[in-house]
């Protein structure tokens, strides 16, 4: 059978205004959303990093209003990034540089105000000196020495307080605390002829600066010979109590009053009682409290008026191994 062959064509016609007015709607809606996504991300990340660099601002801010008269602001932190760790660590430098202005200040006030009174006297004898007169000016020269030692005597008091505030003002190292009691004993001796005596020697190895701490007990010491009757004894010791090393001078002296105790410490603090009997200017104890205190310890004072004092070095016990302490009855 023969079937007739015929040809055609199929045509597809697309209008392409109607298909693009039909996506015009979609395009539309992801313009405003990506618009709107950028709009939000924009945002967030402004959010984010203004809270980022919102110490940063802090920090510029605060050190723009530091001036050498007020180090007192501090950087408010918050969190636990970098930069609030850096934060600290500008807080920490602020503190350092408070504590070095504010002992600079409390230097030039003790030098301005306990210096005049040495140099007026200096002076003031000086211009009334008859330099015809060799009596008057070797008895004038004689008082001008002892003026100029006791300056010598202060400054080197209030250098030490000024350096108190140094983070390497006290050196710990292994100290042998027996042999740094016979030291201190011995050296003692050659302040005043007294009847000094050994209470205790502890015989253990304690992380200490030893040339401070010998420093502080030499200066109880001193106390104890100027507050106390030259026939009377005066005892130094050593001993671990509680795991605390305790390092005491023990005298019958004149004694501290209870409401006194806490003066006594400070920066030119006297007792009544002391301030009648010996000179000084008062910075012998607060030195000691200085030293005790870069240790990390405390000065203890068990004091009767009229009966005598014993104080007390109290310093933690960082102890070494080799050597155990001896823990017999301490007095």
Same mark, same amino acid.
């Given at each position: 059978?023969?079937?007739?062959?015929?040809?055609?064509?199929?045509?597809?016609?697309?209008?392409?205004?109607?298909?693009?007015?039909?996506?015009?709607?979609?395009?539309?809606?992801?313009?405003?959303?990506?618009?709107?996504?950028?709009?939000?991300?924009?945002?967030?990340?402004?959010?984010?990093?203004?809270?980022?660099?919102?110490?940063?601002?802090?920090?510029?801010?605060?050190?723009?209003?530091?001036?050498?008269?007020?180090?007192?602001?501090?950087?408010?932190?918050?969190?636990?990034?970098?930069?609030?760790?850096?934060?600290?660590?500008?807080? %920490?430098?602020?503190?350092?540089?408070?504590?070095?202005?504010?002992?600079?200040?409390?230097?030039?006030?003790?030098?301005?105000?306990?210096?005049?009174?040495?140099?007026?006297?200096?002076?003031?004898?000086?211009?009334?000196?008859?330099?015809?007169?060799?009596?008057?000016?070797?008895?004038?020269?004689?008082?001008?020495?002892?003026?100029?030692?006791?300056?010598?005597?202060?400054?080197?008091?209030?250098?030490?307080?000024?350096?108190?505030?140094?983070?390497?003002?006290?050196?710990?190292?292994?100290?042998?605390?027996?042999?740094?009691?016979?030291?201190?004993?011995? @050296?003692?001796?050659?302040?005043?002829?007294?009847?000094?005596?050994?209470?205790?020697?502890?015989?253990?190895?304690?992380?200490?600066?030893?040339?401070?701490?010998?420093?502080?007990?030499?200066?109880?010491?001193?106390?104890?010979? @100027?507050?106390?009757?030259?026939?009377?004894?005066?005892?130094?010791?050593?001993?671990?109590?509680?795991?605390?090393?305790?390092?005491?001078?023990?005298?019958?002296?004149?004694?501290?009053?209870?409401?006194?105790?806490?003066?006594?410490?400070?920066?030119?603090?006297?007792?009544? %009682?002391?301030?009648?009997?010996?000179?000084?200017?008062?910075?012998?104890?607060?030195?000691?409290?200085?030293?005790?205190?870069?240790?990390?310890?405390?000065?203890?004072?068990?004091?009767?008026?009229?009966?005598?004092?014993?104080?007390?070095?109290?310093?933690?016990?960082?102890?070494?191994?080799?050597?155990?302490?001896?823990?017999?009855?301490?007095?």
């Amino acid at each position: 059978m023969h079937f007739p062959t015929e040809s055609g064509a199929l045509v597809h016609v697309f209008d392409m205004r109607a298909e693009d007015r039909a996506l015009q709607g979609t395009y539309g809606t992801y313009a405003l959303v990506a618009l709107g996504s950028l709009l939000v991300v924009g945002f967030l990340i402004w959010l984010l990093v203004g809270r980022l660099l919102r110490p940063i601002r802090l920090l510029r801010d605060t050190a723009h209003d530091i001036t050498e008269h007020d180090l007192s602001q501090r950087i408010p932190v918050q969190g636990n990034d970098d930069l609030s760790a850096l934060t600290g660590t500008v807080n %920490a430098m602020l503190d350092r540089l408070e504590s070095a202005m504010g002992s600079q200040r409390q230097l030039l006030d003790d030098v301005g105000h306990e210096l005049r009174t040495p140099v007026t006297i200096v002076r003031g004898h000086l211009e009334l000196m008859d330099v015809g007169d060799p009596s008057d000016v070797r008895s004038t020269r004689a008082l001008a020495l002892d003026e100029l030692d006791r300056m010598s005597r202060l400054v080197d008091d209030l250098l030490t307080l000024a350096k108190a505030e140094r983070s390497d003002f006290v050196q710990p190292r292994p100290a042998d605390i027996g042999r740094l009691t016979d030291e201190t004993l011995e @050296k003692a001796r050659a302040l005043a002829p007294r009847r000094w005596q050994l209470d205790h020697l502890a015989d253990v190895e304690a992380i200490i600066d030893p040339q401070r701490v010998a420093q502080a007990w030499l200066q109880l010491a001193s106390n104890a010979v @100027k507050y106390s009757p030259d026939d009377t004894p005066i005892a130094l010791g050593s001993a671990v109590r509680r795991g605390e090393l305790h390092l005491w001078v023990r005298d019958r002296g004149i004694g501290i009053s209870p409401e006194e105790r806490d003066v006594v410490l400070a920066r030119f603090g006297r007792g009544a %009682a002391a301030s009648m009997s010996a000179d000084g200017a008062g910075l012998g104890l607060a030195i000691v409290d200085k030293i005790v205190t870069a240790h990390g310890g405390r000065v203890e004072i068990e004091s009767t008026l009229g009966h005598g004092s014993t104080l007390t070095l109290v310093l933690p016990l960082q102890a070494t191994s080799p050597l155990e302490p001896r823990l017999e009855t301490v007095p």
